[in-house]
């Protein structure tokens, strides 16, 4: 999410009416629209790595997979988010036509601009989602993932995974290897000053 918010306040249901012109994506939270910066290549690697993997895994099921052109609605005062991926197997989603509201699973792929953002306030603000099961947070600059999964309504546990380990999503029944996550990703290297 940018800084930049839109230079007037907006209701819910103007934002909705007014973001479906615009050519460009916009998250919404507290009154204010803003708009969504371009991703690297990394994160687009993991999140389409990520979509394919789950995609594959639950045809059939019932569920369905969406990846970052779908909002989803946290409550009806707003806010409004795009998420990296996330998948919805609630038949109350099943008609939507142009957002989720009843997600199990939310996965968001961190930039160093957004990290504090997805890690903090957008956390919080998905934690108000009674469907919401698991939140995955994915490293884009070394293998890293962290997976908060819903103990309670008020409690989550918190896990993180390197290179080597195998992520269990129970929301979904899915497992697999983080190294799969990052297929194809070139992470930079620091080159030595002269």
Known sequence: MVAEPQSRRLSPQEYLDWE???????????????????GTIAHNLISGNFYALLKSHLRGKG?????????????????????DVMVSCDERDRPAVNLIQHPCLII?????????????EKFRRYRQLS???EYVLIDTSSISVDRFR????????????????????????WYGAIALLYEDVIF??????N
């Open 63 to 83: 569920c369905r997979v969406f990846i970052s052109d779908v909002k989803v609605q946290v409550s009806e005062r707003g806010a409004y988010f795009y998420p």
């Open 20 to 38: 479906a012109t615009q050519d460009i994506k916009h998250e919404y939270l507290d009154g204010e629209a803003f708009a969504m910066t371009g």
């Open 131 to 133: 469907s919401l099961q």
């Open 150 to 173: 819903r103990l309670s309504e008020t409690q989550w546990e918190l896990q993180s995974f390197t290179a080597e380990d195998t992520l269990e999503l129970t929301s979904i029944d």
């Open 108 to 120: 968001e792929v961190l930039s160093p601009t957004t990290e504090a953002f997805d890690r903090g």
């Open 188 to 193: 930079e290297s620091i080159l030595p000053s």
